[in-house]
């Protein structure tokens, strides 16, 4: 009980009330997202459908080099961003290392917080531990994407599925899931990014960092929900 105590102490109650608000907020509108989908047409779930229905066209096609093309240029987002976040977290380490300096440079920064250098190294560390989870989620988002492809290399000869009573609504179920799962992940490595922009109002105060978790939550739901391009592919 002492040693939680101890942890506790580290930092002010309002801290700790602001970084259960993010986690809170980050995780219940995961939540929140998925099971609204459900009942509400979200960018996903929409996207989803049409990725299905490319899935079903691709078992009338002879020759599919324009569908490998497509799943080639959808893997190449979630590799940048994969690299770019390994580049990210270079500089998150880098900076722990001198964690003294960054220390004097933020509190230079207008209404920035003055806070010790273990609480400044907590920051950076909440910030290491959005991007590993980005860099995971964009890479595994890769490899669904190269296992859609192998899927779509595999599928019958368009005249194969007549002839040996294959069904093509089973194919496009199996690969759309396939490469609707690759989307889904590459989501929540961009969703990590929206949030590591919230996780910057704690440089400044507690009560930023909640503000900054609230509009990170709007922005989200707008344009997963509320999107004008929503309207056009639900048109």
Do not use: C
Request: no cysteine; proline share 3%.
């Amino acid at each position: 009980m002492e040693p939680l105590i101890k942890v506790m102490t580290v930092l002010p109650w309002l801290d700790w009330v602001a970084v259960v608000v993010f986690f809170g907020g980050w995780v219940g509108y995961a939540w929140f997202a998925r099971e609204r989908a459900g009942t509400h047409m979200s960018i996903l779930a929409t996207t989803n459908r049409i990725r299905r229905q490319w899935m079903l066209q691709t078992t009338y096609r002879d020759v599919r080099v324009v569908d490998g093309v497509v799943i080639q240029n959808l893997s190449t987002s979630p590799s940048f961003f994969a690299s770019t976040t390994i580049l990210i977290i270079g500089g998150l380490l880098a900076t722990l290392g001198t964690t003294e300096k960054a220390s004097e440079l933020v509190r230079e920064f207008p209404f920035a917080a003055r806070t010790s250098v273990l609480v400044f190294d907590l920051k950076i560390v909440l910030m290491l531990v959005i991007y590993v989870y980005a860099f995971f989620r964009f890479t595994w988002s890769m490899r669904q994407y190269t296992f859609g492809a192998l899927l779509v290399a595999s599928a019958p000869e368009a005249d194969q599925f007549e002839a040996q009573g294959l069904s093509r609504e089973a194919f496009a179920d199996k690969a759309g899931r396939v490469v609707g799962l690759a989307a889904e992940t590459f989501n929540d490595g961009l969703r990590a990014y929206y949030f590591a922009f919230a996780a910057i109002g704690w440089f400044f105060s507690p009560l930023v960092f909640m503000l900054a978790t609230a509009g990170v939550v709007y922005i989200l739901f707008q344009r997963e929900f509320h999107s004008d391009v929503l309207d056009v592919l639900n048109a």
